[in-house]
Structures are given as C-alpha cells and as structure tokens.
C-alpha cells in the first residue's frame, strides 16, 4: 500500500523535476558572441530565477514575475536579458561566464528546475589548444626528418667504406696467399 502511494507521488513529482530543459543557441558559443539559454518544455510560466550554479540566492542573476521588470540579482550579468518564455539572452560573451546555469520555473502546477553547462570557446587560446596536435605533428614530421637524414648519411659513410675496403680480390688474394 505504501509502495504504490510511493509510485504514484514518484509519478506525480517527476514530470515537475525532470520536464524542463535548456538548449544552447547557439551551441557552441563564441567569446564575445552571444548566446539564448532557451527553456523548452514549459509551459503556463509564471515567474523563474537563472542562478550562476546552484539555486540560490547569493547565485541570483535575476528573477523574472510575469508582467513586472525583472530584479537583479547578486549575480547579474551586463546586459542580460530574459524573455517571457523563461529563455535568458547573454551577449557579449566572456570566458569566465563558462560554467553552470539553473533555471527555476514556477508554473500554475508547481516548480521545475534545470541546469546546463555553459562553455565559451575563444579562437586565439583554443587555436593554442590545437596545436597540442599540431606540435605533435611537428615533432614527428622533425623525427622523420632527422631518421631521413641520418639513413642517408649513415648509407653515404657505409657505401665509402665499402668503396675503400674495394677492392675485395686483395682480400681474396691475401687470403690465398695466407692459405
Ligand atoms: C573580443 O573583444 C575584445 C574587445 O573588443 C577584443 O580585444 C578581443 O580580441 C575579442 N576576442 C575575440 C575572440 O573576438
Ligand atoms: C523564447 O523567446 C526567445 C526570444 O523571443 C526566443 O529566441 C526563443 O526561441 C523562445 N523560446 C521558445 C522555446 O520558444
Ligand atoms: C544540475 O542538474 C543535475 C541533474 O538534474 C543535478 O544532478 C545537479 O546537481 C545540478 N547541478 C547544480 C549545480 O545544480
Ligand atoms: C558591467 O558593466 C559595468 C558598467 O559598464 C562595468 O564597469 C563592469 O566592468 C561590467 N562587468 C563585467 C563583468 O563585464
């Protein structure tokens, strides 16, 4: 008997703590560039709070109520901006704004909550980032260089020994002699 209630508070609660979701657009955000955090899967909003991290209220961007300016919170980013829909507007993108967001939905039946992890690629340092690859690349490409070279050298050196120890009849004739 307690089981099932269990079950069916399980059911009833999951929809509200597992429905809401955050998609990136765009996905791979530029510093900066810009980026929507955009809350799908919701409907009947009727007040949400982004945090920086986790939910709480040292972690407040802002808090959004239907119908009333949004309040800043502690941890307002400039010139972010929240939509109607839930979804939160970044621009001008920095690459310490990398990390958590938690958005947290009252709607007519009850508190959603969700987090994505935001990255913030930089093309100057990232391109530093590929050329862990590339210096890879370089020391092989140097390796075979340098084996390339001292094959041939080593062959040149083998072919002049084997040039001086010529003519290889003396070493028959010495041979025979010594027999
Ligand atoms: C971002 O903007 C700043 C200031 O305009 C500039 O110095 C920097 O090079 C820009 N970085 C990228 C990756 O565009
Ligand atoms: C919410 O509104 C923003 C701004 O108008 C829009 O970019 C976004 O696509 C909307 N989100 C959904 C889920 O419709
Ligand atoms: C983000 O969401 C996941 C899954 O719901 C949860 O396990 C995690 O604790 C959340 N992280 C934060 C910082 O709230
Ligand atoms: C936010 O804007 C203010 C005023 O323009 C500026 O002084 C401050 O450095 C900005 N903060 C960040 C994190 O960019």
């Known amino acids: 008997m307690f089981c099932i209630a269990l079950i069916v508070i399980l059911n009833l609660w999951a929809p509200l703590t597992n429905g809401i979701k955050i998609h990136l657009e765009p996905g791979n955000p530029m510093v900066n560039g810009s980026v929507y955090m955009i809350v799908t899967d919701v409907t009947n909003i009727r007040s949400f709070n982004w945090y920086r991290g986790e939910a709480m209220a040292s972690n407040q961007i ?6 009333l300016p949004p309040v800043h919170g502690d941890k307002y980013i ?15 993108l920095q690459k310490d704004y990398a990390g958590i967001y938690t958005v947290q939905i009252q709607t007519i039946s009850g508190s959603e909550q969700a987090n994505v992890t935001l990255t913030v690629s930089d093309p100057a ?52 002699v010594k027999a």
């Open 62 to 67: 802002l808090n959004y109520i239907t119908n």
């Open 78 to 92: 400039n010139n972010s901006v929240a939509f109607a829909n839930g979804t939160l507007f970044i621009p001008n």
């Open 125 to 176: 340092t990232d391109q530093g980032g590929l050329s862990a690859g590339a210096i890879i690349g370089i020391v092989f490409s140097v390796l075979a260089v340098v084996l390339s070279v001292a094959g041939a050298v080593f062959y040149v050196l083998k072919k002049k020994k084997s040039n001086r120890n010529e003519p290889p009849q003396n070493l028959d004739a010495y041979e025979t």
